[in-house]
């Protein structure tokens, strides 16, 4: 230890220009770095590698040839929807859409074809070149009533008062993303099973690379064609109102808001920061210095993240605002004890001073990182892709600010001339004394409300749930959340969930007439007993209030029989199946049915504004009817969809809190030993940190307030955090302990010195968080709000039920009767 101080001596203290030089190239060099930096909000950002229920999903929409889409809602400000104008200005519309690039298709009233009201026979029908609603001699609410009832077009096109319509807005499969997609998977999976040789391993990081750098290429032309669709509806405002919803949309939306969030939190941060520290320390080199450390902190993990490739998620993203306030916590315990050592020593010179500072706080600040990275390393075992990677992110970043502080805090305060000493903190030291006082005749009220909190803590983590609405996360002034809800209102819901059922081996089919009638069928779902089954599926589905649209093949049959005129027998439906065109199979038979795979698909849309849907009871209870109810085999039934990926996101949650949480108990019991050598010692250390955190987890628990992607990990955060106060507070009131041995005495001085390090970092770590209320990401809001409450719990703790906890149990080897302190 004494070669490596000499060592950090002669760099830090006596070369303390040559490392201020060498910090400003790095951060030149990682500054350039942060323009290139990723934020990347889909699917993939959310899901861990190689998730079964993810792949299956990617099966399906390759199989059934899915796409993205945009979806406009379109009302006219004046007129008759259906009028000359109202139809000419609707088509302007759709032919702007349709020369944007990466638009493959467009859907609306204008272009479907017109199968019922068109007065065809079935034959004319079949052979296709069906007319549409710009088709001569159409008779206009002859279509106006088709969208309206027709089995397909009802609840996709058309608004049920008729005054509202739907402009789907195809966008072009892009089929080198998805075989990029493909390769990667493939190799990643041949990597978990340990077929990669060194080749592999190079082929692997070169697919992962091509496929970043690809994905983000096409996510920025995604971006690109919703900033045109929004640029074409703000210029036609006077004549109609739209709202633009769809994945893609929510997606780039989520980016803009992360991105919006990381630069303007930081930049919120950094100037509270400054108006507190001119507050407290009311000296500019208290103000400058710290901030300055900060922002070389914050800058290099940017820049590192970059080089590494690293991409930031929506959890991720708020790295930037907890690095601050980890990187500003250390630095301002390093200010209050150089400030200390400057009145206790007036003789000693400047390096002097920064030596002392140095020597006395590092084993502290080492203890308070490795407890905090220990907090964050716990989210690796949460399962949550985006958790982990927040996880990963922060751990990096605690050790940056941990160099960071050590190198440049001496560096630049050597330089500097010798403070004088500091008469400003006696006020604040009397206030934090007022816990000391209120400790000592209050030990056992303290005892009382410390169990009596864990208790109803306790009782409301026990009610926690998971299950929350997708809407829930956006203002209801934001664009997500008022187009989501035209698009359920009047469309027939927006999250959707495919059904794919699988015909039974072939020895067990029955091909009997269950649906009435008994000619040969072509295919096991084509036919009157197929259909008879899907019937049954797609009517309960429809009987469920939070369901919206549903599609099968009941709907094609549907709209055969009102074509027919009468029940299809099996041989109908055999004809009718290989009579129909190729164009119009897509629409009818093609979304539907796989004959290769012996399977059928049946897909709904959710209605995710009904403050009666709950995700996972929806899901089971499908799987109840269709295996229980109908009697279809397990193994033949697949859910998947939007609904299901996101319910799988949310029903993780819960176990990833459980996970963590014992995970993050146990690192900082392990830690506290490691750095006390004592058990009891980091019993009592964790116990009010903890409380702190199950109090909010309780809080959400009894007011009904559902877990999410950010809020699963405050209580890792909180721990991690609020533990640094108890770490400072307990080797400062060992030190006072040591030299007076009197825990009374302690207690006090403790109050005095520390006390106020800790009051000072937890209002900065406080309003840190607070900033998070103007996000329009509603998890960051109640993630700010919370974590913010959560430390103020865990500062009081500290000061109030800790050293009554040392005091009653006196874990110091000299145990001295507790007596008031001498005046």
């Known amino acids: 230890m004494q070669t490596l101080w000499r060592y950090y001596d002669w760099i830090f203290l006596r070369h303390a220009r040559w490392v201020l030089s060498f910090f400003a190239i790095v951060l030149s060099v990682m500054a350039v770095q942060i323009p290139s930096l990723r934020i990347d909000a889909s699917l993939d950002s959310l899901i861990l590698e190689g998730d079964a229920a993810t792949a299956y999903a990617r099966t399906i929409g390759n199989r059934y040839q899915g796409q993205d889409f945009l979806v406009l809602s379109y009302q006219r400000v004046r007129g008759s929807l259906f009028s000359d104008t109202g139809l000419a200005h609707l088509q302007k519309i759709v032919a702007e859409l349709a020369q944007m690039p990466d638009v493959a298709s467009i859907n609306s009233i204008l272009s479907v074809p017109l199968i019922e009201s068109a007065d065809m026979s079935f034959v004319q029908v079949a052979r296709g070149n069906l007319p549409n609603l710009l088709s001569p001699n159409i008779d206009r609410q002859k279509a106006k009533q088709e969208f309206l009832t027709s ?480 009697g279809m085999a397990q193994e033949n039934v697949r859910l998947t969809g939007a609904l299901v990926l996101y319910d799988n996101v949310l029903q993780s949650l819960y176990r990833s809190q459980i996970l963590t949480v014992g995970g993050v108990f146990l690192l900082i019991m392990a830690m506290f030993f490691i750095c006390f050598w004592s058990l009891r010692l980091a019993l009592l250390g964790v116990i009010p940190t903890v409380i702190s955190a199950m109090a909010v987890l309780g809080f959400m628990g009894l007011t009904g307030m559902p877990l999410d992607i950010m809020t699963v990990t405050i209580a890792a955060i909180v721990i991690g955090m609020g533990v640094d106060n108890t770490i400072h507070y307990i080797y400062r009131f060992r030190h006072e302990h040591n030299q007076h041995g009197d825990y009374n005495a302690a207690m006090y001085r403790a109050h005095a010195t520390i006390g106020h390090a800790m009051y000072y970092t937890t209002i900065i770590i406080i309003c840190g968080f607070i900033i998070f209320v103007l996000s329009n990401f509603t998890p960051s809001v109640f993630f700010g709000i919370l974590t913010a409450v959560a430390m103020l719990l865990a500062l009081i703790g500290a000061l109030v039920l800790l050293p009554e906890l040392l005091c009653l149990f006196r874990p110091f080897e000299r145990v001295i009767p507790r007596k008031p302190p001498a005046d």
């Open 151 to 630: 089995p397909i077009y009802k609840d996709m096109l058309l608004a049920p008062e008729g005054n509202v319509t739907a402009i789907q807005v195809n966008i072009r499969r892009d089929q080198r993303y998805h075989d990029l997609l493909q390769r990667r998977q493939d190799m990643r999976i041949l990597r978990r099973e340990g077929q990669l040789d060194d080749e592999g391993f190079k082929r692997l990081k070169v697919a992962e690379r091509e496929f970043r750098q690809y994905s983000d290429q096409l996510f920025a032309r995604r971006g690109d064609l919703i900033r045109q669709v929004r640029s074409l509806r703000d210029r036609e405002r006077g004549e109609a109102t739209m709202f633009l919803g769809g994945i893609p949309m929510i997606a780039d939306d989520i980016t803009t808001f992360v991105r919006y969030d990381l630069y303007v939190f930081s930049a919120a941060v950094l100037a509270i920061i400054t108006l507190i520290l001119i507050v407290i320390f009311r000296r500019l080199r208290w103000v400058l210095l710290p901030l300055l450390i900060c922002m070389t902190t914050a800058v290099f993990m940017l820049g590192l993240l970059v080089w590494l490739g690293w991409s930031l998620s929506v959890v991720s993203s708020n790295f930037v605002v907890l690095l601050l306030i980890v990187t500003l916590s250390m630095t301002v315990h390093l200010i209050v004890r150089y400030r200390e050592f400057a009145t206790a020593k007036p003789k000693d010179d400047q390096l002097d001073l920064v030596r002392h500072t140095v020597r006395f706080m590092l084993r502290p600040c080492t203890y308070m990182a490795a407890t905090t990275i220990t907090a964050f390393m716990s989210l690796l075992i949460s399962g949550i892709r985006p958790v982990i990677d927040f996880g990963w992110v922060m751990t990096i970043g605690i050790c940056c600010a941990f160099i960071t502080v050590f190198a440049l805090f001496p560096s630049m305060l050597v330089l500097l001339r010798r403070s004088p000493p500091q008469t400003d903190e006696k006020d604040l030291g009397t206030f934090t004394q007022y816990f000391a006082q209120f400790v000592e005749r209050r030990g056992l009220m303290v005892i009382g409300l410390g169990v009596a909190i864990a208790i109803v803590s306790i009782v409301g983590i026990t009610q926690m749930k998971v299950d929350n609405r997708f809407i829930d996360y956006f203002d209801d002034d934001t664009e997500i959340y008022r187009g989501m809800g035209v698009i359920d209102r009047k469309f027939g819901g927006t999250i959707t969930m495919d059904i794919v059922i699988t015909a039974p081996a072939i020895e067990e089919e029955d091909l009997g007439d269950d649906f009435g009638g008994g000619d040969t069928p072509l295919s096991y779902w084509f036919n009157r007993n197929g259909i008879g089954q899907v019937k049954a599926i797609h009517e309960y589905l429809e009987s469920i209030p939070e369901v919206g649209k549903v599609l099968s093949l009941y709907t094609t049959y549907q709209l055969l029989h009102r074509i027919w005129g009468t029940d299809l027998s099996d041989l109908e439906l055999a004809f009718a199946q290989r009579m129909i065109s190729a164009d119009l199979s897509g629409i009818l038979l093609a979304p539907y049915l796989s004959e290769t795979h012996r399977e059928t698909r049946i897909t709904l849309r959710a209605m995710e504004t009904s403050h009666d849907l709950h995700h996972h009871e929806l899901i089971e209870k499908i799987q109840h009817h269709l295996i229980n109810d109908l």
